[in-house]
């Protein structure tokens, strides 16, 4: 640090001049100017001491009435509405406390549920990126099949979009465990329905390989009865793929 490099050549120069059993007016003029510069420099630290803890503690506080969540006006998907502002405070004040300095009691209070704000945070980012995963998969044919389970994760979510915030600590873990399961279950729905179409996908992309009725070059005429036997024993095969493929 400044403090540290200023203050380092001192003890030399002080054992310079105790070996020399006198005071030089260099020595003086140094010592002088040592003084001075912690001086400046101690004024300083408090100055910008003082600012930080007027703008982002002060800041940080305000930032814990937001809400859990938001939604994005444009695409209607949800973010978690942590700010910026208590990330930064977090990270200086553990910087503080590593290299010994004080730290006012309120950012001591909030630094002191780091790890609280830091498994929440976790939390809703999993749900969120659920949510927005159920809205941004679903084709418009599908949406309707699941209005009902998208409604209901709506309504689970609502509390954390207008009622509840990051110092609604009483309130937030039963609101997570809720929502967790909720939207698990239709993200559940979602995957198995197109882990389906996949599938769907995967066999009629297989019938498009051959088709269905083939006639080999200098081939004879065939009865109608072999050619319906032929045809119908491979339409039997297609379906049983399909069959086999759906379980």
Known sequence: SARNRIGEPMPKVLLYNHALKETPDEFREVDSQHN????????????????????SVDVAKEKLKMRLLRRQEKTGLLKVNFDPALTRLLREVRFFLIFDIEVPTQAHEIFNKSATYRHWVAQLDHIVTMYNSVLTELLPVEEPLLEDRIQKMDAALAPGLTELKWRSEDRIPEFIQNTMKVVSDVKGVVDIMKGNLRNISDILAGWCKEPIIQRAKGAKPIGMDEFDLKHKENVGMKVMSTGEGGK
């Open 36 to 55: 001075r510069l912690l001086k400046m420099l101690e004024v300083y630290e408090h100055q910008r001491y003082a600012d930080w803890e007027s703008t």
